[in-house]
């Protein structure tokens, strides 16, 4: 059956006009339906010029279908990919139209068409000259109706839909195009057909005014000020003036009835129309906006919007705590008018609302995602909640869903809102499968296993009246959901304010001296929610009576603040002492037991004791190595102390360091770190003694001296030049020697294993246990310090194995670099999860024998560098499982030189130019060397007689293997014969000057650069021994140039073939006459 759309249009006056009628000029409104058609296309007036058919030429690139009612259609069947398929219109008249519209019926199986296919209607307002494209579908998009053959079409046809055809007004040589492309990469077979085209004009001077939507709420309260405002909108084409009347009436009356006269509002636009202030008062009302006429208004039912609102009485969905709503009494949702689902936006079924009541063995509200639509937004909003006289709040609910039903950006939050709704803030969150609520395993209804929101704090609603609590709930809009979610048991209720006052803290010491004058001091927390007013007590008694029993009264301590009260002074006398502090209950303390704090202490003569505590010599010192030794003196007294502090240094025969700092003044309980002399180590062993003086009464003179031993080395035991190999043949342990070291390794495996070991195979290797080991795991091994003294850089290799489908994403596998000797370190080498696969190891506890080489890892900033070490260093993902051994050999670490070679790699100069060509050269400075060089790069070309060009760009800057284009100043060819010359600087110590210059010829002639590549020459063997065959299409004189700019020899070559010979080897330049330059080696 065909679907025909039909347009209402309404011409305008017919203006007379004369003119030569164009025989195919069609008037307005046009129909073609393809039935009086036989072939496409079907008369003169239409054409599919443009299109490329290379199909069958049994089949035509578009036909007509002889079904039960024909259509047109293009031949993508029998087509071919690349094919274009194009039918256009006759032109159409649009001379007393204001705008106009096309529609037509199509069809096409869209999963036969590559992505490449495309289908456009294209516009031109030019009788065919340029086009623009209104319509598009494209590759799984053409699909119209429910074609399901490639060809033939079948009942179901799709609209175009009306497609407006913008800039034709006036116009009378519109053409319209049915373009239709062939991916050129795919292979695509669905005719595609159309029927039914129509075309029509579009009314002009339509008048419509309309009220489109008022403020007025559905619900005030009691006293509150509305200020309604009205919106009208002009749907028409030119702009209108209207009178805007709001009447509000109680049932009785109209209490407001007011009209707002003369609006003009432009066309396409919409005015907010203003009215009074009105002060709201308890009943049920009903209101009407309307929009007057403007004159021919062609649609009268839209200039009148009704409606209705209710004003409660003051408080009336204002609610005290606690609260609870279990929806037992309600049958709909929102269950009452305190209740709101305002917000909303739903877009399911009309049978269904976005909210709705389960009447199961308990009732419950639930969000109807089951029969929602993507993008679907569920809000439902409770009463106002009165705080005024709470200082907290909290709520819970019960709650299902069935989480696999939900999508990733589904989400169900909880908002809080202290200004009655007119602003939320998110205090509870779930999404995608987080919204499982128990064990709801059905998308339609909930099982008796609930689960609980647990407590969620309200913050900020302590002293407010107006909190509102919002469920809202978000379908994602590229998703597909089905899961209703259900809420019930909600509670709303307040937190008693907390009372608990605690003494937190005294000064008193645990000991004091004889006369010492102590001023006791308690502090005071306010653990509570409001301020609080105490007294706070202090007493010391002696054993038989109270020297001390104070209190300071009504001291005021703010909320979750700390007082610290002072006491009067006491003066300290000999013996043993207990103290009390307390503080009052300030009334409901909820927690005496800290409402006091006890001690005790005692008061003699006064402590002295001086220490030699520790100094930071080492046990192993390098020769000539400066050691900058310190001894630490402490201060065990009570009072400062001044002590001279000696440190002696001996080689077994003598002192080599006999040395005492004085009067060194030490705080009690402190400590004073003195610093010595430098001294140069000398090969030796050593023992050395620091002390501190008896600062006069010291109670203990044992602890007044240290000493120890060490020993001064040639070098460092574990210092390394290099190239260094390990290969832990020699191993049976990790670390293998006092030289390594694994440091820093935890390990929570079986004391059975160790984090590190060796595997004892055909070749042995290193291996952390990861199979043994546990979640959180941290492996490191650390190499011997590497001497770099004399190393311009550094790299590292090593071959490693493990099984990477046993690591999980959180393992790594890092190589450290330190030049500080292990102090810190920069990562240099990095592997993880699945990546952990070395070599092809299919295995979790032992290697195979096809390891994996790190490559040439570089060791950046070790130059010069004496304490360079290595860490390998492997992690287990605490949150995974990994069993894979990860293991490693043959370590090699290794000083690099560094090179210097600057190139002229190439130039821009080409073998001809002709006369008053304008010349831009370049040169290309090349860095084959491994640093950054800095270099002057020179251009000279002569002309044989003089340089024309003498040239050179200074300090140019070329990276490591860069190469850096410099440019030279623009010259304007002149005839003759060339030769150039660039050259680059040594930049220091080149290893190669050979290639710092690059040389050529050039000619300048009157001839074209094309007419030189009509005249042909060939010339082989190159390179040869001396002879050459030298092919031409005509007569050309040919001169012989050295590489140097020499002219060797002139010959004069006829068309054909000649054999030339030069004896001497060496590069040379075949100059001909017609400016050609062939390059020849002689060997």
Same mark, same amino acid.
């Given at each position: ?539 010391? =008694? %002696? @054993?038989? +009576?109270? #020297?001390?029993? /104070?209190?300071?009264?009504?001291? $005021? !301590?703010?909320?979750?603040? *700390? &007082? ?85 240094? =001996? %080689? @077994?025969? +003598?002192? #080599?360091?006999? /040395?005492?700092?004085?009067?060194? $003044? !030490?705080?009690?309980?402190? *400590? &004073? ?87 004892? @195979? ?322």
């Amino acid at each position: 059956m065909k679907i025909k759309i039909c347009i209402v249009f309404l011409a305008l006056i017919a203006v007379n006009t004369v003119f030569a009628q164009d025989p195919c000029l069609e008037p307005l409104p046009f129909t073609e339906d393809f039935e009086s058609a036989d072939t496409i296309p079907q008369d003169n007036c239409w054409t599919d010029v443009g299109t490329i058919y290379t199909g069958s030429a049994n089949y035509s690139p578009w036909d007509i279908y002889f079904g039960s009612n024909k259509s047109a259609y293009a031949e993508f069947w029998q087509g071919q990919p690349g094919d274009l398929f194009m039918l256009t219109t006759p032109p159409f008249d649009f001379t007393n139209e204001a705008a106009g519209e096309l529609t037509f019926d199509w069809q096409s199986n869209g999963a036969s068409h590559s992505s490449g296919d495309y289908f456009k209607v294209k516009l031109s307002t030019d009788g065919g000259t340029t086009f623009t494209t209104v319509w598009f579908k494209n590759g799984d998009n053409m699909q119209g109706g429910t074609c399901s053959s490639n060809t033939w079409p079948n009942g179901d046809w799709e609209s175009s839909g009306e497609i407006p055809l913008p800039g034709v007004a006036g116009e009378d040589d519109i053409v319209i195009l049915f373009e239709m492309y062939e991916d050129p990469l795919g292979s695509s077979s669905g005719r595609v057909f159309i029927d039914n085209i129509e075309v029509v004009g579009v009314f002009v001077n339509n008048v419509d005014a309309e009220v489109s939507a008022t403020n007025i709420a559905s619900l005030y309260d009691e006293n509150e000020l509305v200020s309604p405002t009205v919106d009208v909108v002009n749907n028409g084409d030119s702009d209108m003036t209207v009178d805007v009347t709001l009447v509000i009436n109680d049932g009785s009356s109209d209490i407001v009835n007011e009209t707002v006269s003369s609006v003009v509002v432009a066309t396409g636009a919409t005015e907010t129309v203003a009215f009074s202030d009105w002060t709201a008062v308890v009943g049920n009302y009903t209101y009407s906006a309307s929009v007057s006429d403007p004159g021919g208004d062609t649609d009268l039912g839209n200039n009148e919007i009704t409606g209705e609102f209710e004003v409660l009485a003051e408080g009336a969905c204002v609610f005290t705590l606690p609260y609870t709503e279990d929806f037992e009494a309600a049958d709909t949702i929102p269950q009452g008018v305190c209740w709101s689902i305002e917000g909303t936006i739903f877009n399911g079924p009309d049978t269904y609302g976005p909210w709705d009541i389960y009447f199961g063995s308990n009732k419950s509200a639930f969000a109807e995602f089951w029969q929602g639509q993507p993008g679907d937004i569920f809000m439902l909003a409770t009463p106002t909640f009165d705080f005024s006289n709470e200082s907290a709040g909290e709520l819970t609910f019960d709650w299902q869903s069935n989480g696999a039903s939900h999508s990733s950006g589904d989400y169900f939050k909880v908002k809080l809102s202290t200004d009655d709704g007119a602003t939320y803030s998110t205090v509870w969150f779930k999404n995608g499968d987080n919204m499982q609520g128990g064990t709801c395993s059905s998308n339609t209804w909930p099982n008796g296993d609930w689960e609980s929101s647990g407590v969620i704090a309200l913050p900020a609603v302590a002293g407010e009246d107006d909190v509102v609590i919002l469920f809202e709930m978000y379908e994602d809009p590229n998703g597909s959901s089905s899961g209703r979610v259900f809420i019930d048991n909600i509670q709303v209720t307040a937190v008693v304010n907390n009372v608990d006052a605690e003494v937190s803290a005294t000064n008193i010491e645990s000991f004091y001296p004889v006369d010492e004058v102590v001023t006791p001091t308690v502090d005071v927390a306010n653990n509570g929610d409001d301020d609080m007013t105490v007294d706070v007590g202090l007493i010391f =008694n %002696d @054993g038989s +009576s109270d #020297v001390v029993n /104070e209190s300071v009264n009504s001291v $005021v !301590v703010a909320s979750g603040e *700390t &007082e610290t009260v002072i006491f009067t002074n006491w003066t300290a006398v000999t013996g043993n002492y207990t103290y009390t502090a307390t503080v009052s209950d300030p009334g409901g303390d909820i927690n005496l037991e800290n409402n006091e704090l006890t001690g005790e202490f005692y008061v003699s003569e006064v402590n002295i004791d001086a220490e030699a505590s520790a100094t930071n010599i080492e046990s192993i010192y390098i020769a000539d190595e400066i050691v900058s030794p310190t001894v630490d003196a402490t201060n065990n007294g009570d009072n400062d102390m001044t002590v001279d502090v000696t440190l002696v240094i =001996n %080689d @077994g025969t +003598s002192d #080599v360091v006999n /040395e005492t700092v004085s009067s060194v $003044v !030490v705080a009690p309980g402190e *400590t &004073e770190t003195v610093a010595f002399s430098d001294w140069t180590a000398v090969i030796g062993n050593y023992t050395f003694t620091a002390s501190v003086s008896d600062p006069g009464g010291d109670i203990n003179l044992d602890n007044n001296e240290i000493t120890g031993g060490f020993e001064v080395v040639e070098s460092g035991p574990c210092v390394y030049e290099l190239p260094y190999t390990e290969d832990f043949e020699s191993a049976d342990t990790i670390p293998q020697d006092e030289c390594w070291s694994i440091e820093g390794t935890i390990f929570n495996g079986p004391e059975t294993y160790a984090p590190w070991d060796i595997y004892f @195979g055909t070749n042995k290797s290193a291996f952390a246990e990861y199979w043994q080991g546990m979640p959180g795991d941290l492996y490191m091994l650390t190499t011997p310090t590497f001497d770099f003294s004399n190393e311009e850089g550094g790299e590292l290799t090593f071959e490693w194995q493990s099984y990477g489908a046993s690591h999980s994403s959180g393992d790594y596998f890092k190589v450290k670099l330190s030049t500080d000797g292990g102090d810190t370190y920069n990562t240099v080498w990095y592997k993880n999860g699945d990546n952990m696969q070395g070599g092809t190891c299919s295995s979790n506890t032992w290697p195979d024998g096809d390891w994996e080489s790190s490559g040439v890892i570089a060791l950046p900033e070790v130059a010069g560098q004496d304490e360079v070490k290595i860490l390998f260093e492997m992690y287990e993902d605490p949150n995974g499982s990994s069993s894979g051994r990860v293991f490693i050999d043959n370590v090699y670490v290794n000083g690099i030189i560094i090179t210097v070679d600057a190139q002229v790699s190439a130039t821009n100069i080409v073998t001809y130019y002709t006369e008053g060509d304008l010349v831009s050269p370049t040169v290309d400075a090349t860095n084959l060397g491994n640093i950054e060089m800095t270099v002057d790069v020179t251009l000279v070309i002569n002309d044989g007689n003089s340089n024309i060009i003498d040239e050179t760009v200074s300090s140019v800057v070329v990276a490591a293997g860069a190469t850096e284009t410099v440019e030279f100043p623009d010259w304007t060819a002149t005839l003759g014969n060339y030769t150039s010359s660039a050259t680059v600087s040594d930049p220091g110590g080149d290893v190669n000057l050979d290639n710092n210059e690059l040389t050529g010829v050039f000619d300048v002639g009157t001839v074209s650069v094309n007419e030189i590549e009509n005249n042909v020459v060939r010339i082989y063997p190159n390179p040869s021994k001396g002879m050459f065959i030298v092919e031409i299409t005509s007569d050309l004189r040919m001169d012989i140039v050295h590489f140097t700019g020499k002219t060797v020899n002139s010959v004069n070559l006829l068309q054909g073939s000649t054999t030339i010979e030069i004896n001497k080897s060496g590069m040379y330049f075949l100059r001909f006459s017609n400016g050609i330059i062939e390059k020849v080696i002689v060997k």
